[in-house]
């Protein structure tokens, strides 16, 4: 059963101690051990390794002709799915796709005075690998998500792995989510090998500069250790979702959010903060209905149980400096007037305004990814975007005349930091000759 609590200081402790639910030091400092030992093991052994934890870890026999999907397979995806799946994969690589142009930062060059010239140019990554969980669901949104941000980013080589599931099979509406987003490789790699696989690269998959994608957590440690040699986006555990209510909200619609968020998996969060205390006792109930008959029960429950809260506190306002506090990954306000509050929230990775929108138009349709930071990092981080596959570079020009023209002060500085090479660069360059 959610827990209802109704001291402000009591909520925020809890708060916490939910935000910290995946950085148990002890755990993770034992599976870091073990995937540094993994990461390291397939950067001297390349494909033999990734085949021995393939067997190890997914229960599959593969041959490193095989880690690629091929055509045929891609082409016979098509056929295993419906018309209307099709359809809406399309329509959704459209709506994400027409999301993310209008995200292409721009390049831009000023003419001064003196004839200098300022800018900043943005280019694509040269290659970026995906990593797209596997398990009980097909995870063709997230497919979707990933790819599409980096082909708008016109990256020219966008790599996906995914683990290999019975008879080294793929999901076919993976593969069609794919294709349909812009891929240009499939592997049929998982885990923390498939990370290191992308990193460093075998003899049969070259490595790519940049890795992004959500997993388990050796997939996550995977990615923390190899960062450096590639660049990776942001390191996510389970999801969670905070509901800010008024009494005017419908808690049928809230108790069904929150069921979404806590059926993902066993770390997520589903928390309401809500001014009345009726409407807590509502969504409580409904909860408990709703779960009755839900065909992810005992998996929900367990969410619930562990990281599930509903907090009642004194206003609005309250309740908005308790989700800053929490910055979570999804925002929700089910208000009647959802816009007055915005100006007083500041650290989330989606914000869904009013009771009409769900968590599930922004996971497949709206367009902004729901490829989002978690466990408080939208304190700091953002979602996965066009820009995490571009870079950007400074574009300087001086004249003659505009470096004689500060090359007094270009050589105080250059001298107040001891840099005396950079003040004969400056004096050789100025000096009359």
């Given at each position: ?163 290999p599931g019975e008879n080294l099979k793929i999901n076919p509406a993976v593969l069609v989510a794919a294709q349909e987003a812009g891929v240009d490789e499939i592997y049929r790699l998982g885990g923390a090998q498939g990370i290191a696989a992308l990193a460093y690269g075998t003899a049969t998959i070259p490595p790519v500069d940049f890795i992004a994608g959500s997993g388990n957590t ?216």
């Amino acid at each position: 059963m959610l827990r209802i609590i109704y001291l402000q200081t009591e909520v925020q402790a809890e708060l916490q101690r939910i935000s910290d639910r995946a950085s148990d030091t002890a755990a993770l400092q034992s599976q870091e051990n073990i995937v540094q030992e993994i990461v390291t093991t397939v950067k001297h052994q390349g494909d033999r390794a990734l085949v021995d934890y393939t067997k190890e870890f997914d229960h599959q026999t593969i041959t490193p002709e095989k880690f690629r999907v091929r055509g045929s397979e891609l082409d016979a995806a098509y056929q295993q799915l419906s018309k209307d799946l099709i359809h809406a994969i399309q329509l959704a690589c459209q709506q994400i796709t027409a999301f993310h142009r209008q995200k292409i930062p721009k390049s831009w060059v000023q003419f001064a005075e003196d004839e200098i010239v300022l800018g900043q140019r943005y280019t694509p990554i040269d290659q970026v690998g995906l990593y797209i969980r596997g398990g009980r669901a097909a995870y063709l949104s997230t497919v979707l998500m990933s790819i599409i941000p980096a082909k708008v980013a016109k990256v020219p080589r966008i790599v996906m792995v995914t683990p290999p599931g019975e008879n080294l099979k793929i999901n076919p509406a993976v593969l069609v989510a794919a294709q349909e987003a812009g891929v240009d490789e499939i592997y049929r790699l998982g885990g923390a090998q498939g990370i290191a696989a992308l990193a460093y690269g075998t003899a049969t998959i070259p490595p790519v500069d940049f890795i992004a994608g959500s997993g388990n957590t050796y997939v996550n440690l995977a990615k923390k250790i190899v960062f450096g040699k590639v660049g990776i986006d942001s390191l996510t555990s389970g999801s969670e979702i905070v509901i800010i209510a008024d009494e005017n909200a419908n808690p049928v619609y809230i108790a069904a959010d929150l069921i979404a968020t806590a059926a993902q998996d066993y770390l997520a969060a589903p928390i309401l903060l809500t001014n009345d205390t009726e409407m807590a006792h509502q969504v409580q109930q409904e909860v408990l209905h709703q779960l009755s008959n839900h065909p992810l029960k005992t998996l929900t429950e367990k969410s619930i149980s562990h990281y599930g809260l509903i907090g009642v506190v004194e206003s609005l306002e309250i309740a908005a400096t308790l989700s800053n506090f929490f910055a979570p990954k999804h925002l929700a306000l089910h208000l009647s007037e959802p816009w007055d509050l915005i100006e007083q929230i500041r650290h989330a990775g989606t914000i869904f305004m009013g009771e009409s929108t769900p968590e599930a138009v922004g996971h497949y349709l709206a367009g902004p990814n729901h490829i989002l930071p978690t466990s408080g990092t939208a304190r700091f981080a953002s979602a996965l975007g066009v820009e995490t596959f571009l870079k950007q570079s400074s574009v300087i020009e001086y004249s003659s005349t505009a470096l004689k023209k500060m090359s007094s002060t270009l050589q105080i500085l250059a001298r107040a930091e001891g840099r005396l090479s950079h003040t004969d660069s400056i004096r050789f360059r100025t000096e009359e000759q």
